[in-house]
């Protein structure tokens, strides 16, 4: 496992770029009052609405409300810095509800694939909701212990928030109708119902299960590389 870097798909300059773009629309929301706690708290508001939509398979409806809920996970982050509110109750909020938000959006797609009857979909979907959750644990508890104080430990990783939500969105906006048909009793398959409608999401969440695992490991071995360079007895 030494040979996993801890590279990532969202390079701190890219980060800033987005923030940089993201600031005007910030400032607009707090020209109208809304405070970076307002803007969690629609982001979680959002994705609640977006687990419901994956609850009742209406795929890519929840698809373009994880991208909205993320772009507020975005600006209220923003919209702190801009303003001078940054608080560590406020890091703590935005990171609580965003776990309970993204909970939300797996409980509601692993419902509605069961109601649908595809058991390796809901499978794949724990494994990924699962995944996502190391990823964000590790961050917190090596935060917690002193280790890659900041945001650095958000660099680290070949999936972090961002890559999942991209990820999801593909696969939830472009899977549509059931997400798995089955004949009827005695009716020819004529090869279509070999493949379950809807494929992207069982690509997209397979995906977020593989890499999220792997920015896990990756995580693991930053923090172990820095205990090295300063050993200190485990807690």
Sequence with gaps: MSGIGSGTAVSPDLRSRVRAIAEPVALTFGRLGLTPDHLTMIGFGIAILAGIAAAVQAWPLAGILVIGGGAFDTLDGVLARATGRVSRLGAFMDSVFDRWGESAVYIGIIWGLAQAGFL???????????????????????????????????????????????????????????????????????????????????????????????????????????AAQAPEERG
């Design 120 to 226: 390796d979909g809901v499978a794949v979907a724990a494994a990924a909701m699962g995944a996502a959750f190391m990823v964000s644990y590790t961050r917190a508890k090596s935060e917690g212990l002193g280790f890659t104080g900041g945001t650095g430990m958000a660099t680290v990783g070949l999936a972090p928030r961002e890559v999942r939500i991209v990820i999801l969105t593909l696969g939830l906006v472009f899977a549509y109708g059931p997400i798995y048909e089955v004949p009827p009793a005695g009716a020819a398959c004529a090869g279509v119902c070999d493949f379950p409608q809807g494929g992207s999401l069982g690509l997209a969440l397979g995906l977020i299960a593989v890499l999220a695992t792997i920015t896990t490991i990756q995580r693991i071995l930053h923090v172990r590389k820095q």
